[in-house]
């Protein structure tokens, strides 16, 4: 069974910083590329980052500079480091997975942060 377990939500006042993770079970954790959603009450679940299994990044203009994704193969887990956090980075954030060759994907039950102006 897959699982992907979000953590590190919460509540921070705008210019501050959080650090999500999501441990993966179930899968082969290195073959995966791993990525963090977001979305926020009644908009579509945008990209907020992704990290392919050989460490390649992407992240839409929105949090370049200032969220950072990175990745432990050992421990299967994922990470989002988010610096100078704006109010309108409030959302439920979600972890997911997709395989490389099965393009399969999983998501995690989500993480909310809230940011206070």
């Known amino acids: 069974q897959v699982q992907l377990v979000e953590s590190g939500g919460g509540l921070v006042q705008a210019g501050g910083s959080l650090r999500l993770s999501c441990a993966a079970s179930?899968?082969?954790?290195?073959?995966?590329?791993m990525g963090w959603y977001r979305q926020a009450p009644g908009t579509q679940r945008e990209l907020v980052a992704t990290?392919?299994?050989?460490?390649?990044?992407n992240y839409p203009d929105s949090v370049k500079g200032r969220f950072t994704i990175s990745r432990d193969n050992a421990k299967k887990t994922v990470y989002l480091q988010m610096n100078s956090l704006r109010p309108e980075d409030t959302a439920v954030y979600y972890c997911?997975?997709?395989?490389?060759?099965?393009?399969?994907?999983?998501w995690g039950q989500g993480t909310q942060v809230t940011v206070s102006s």
């Open positions: 997911a997975a997709r395989g490389t060759i099965t393009q399969r994907e999983y």
């Open positions: 990290i392919t299994s050989g460490g390649s990044t």
């Open positions: 179930g899968i082969i954790f290195s073959i995966h590329v």
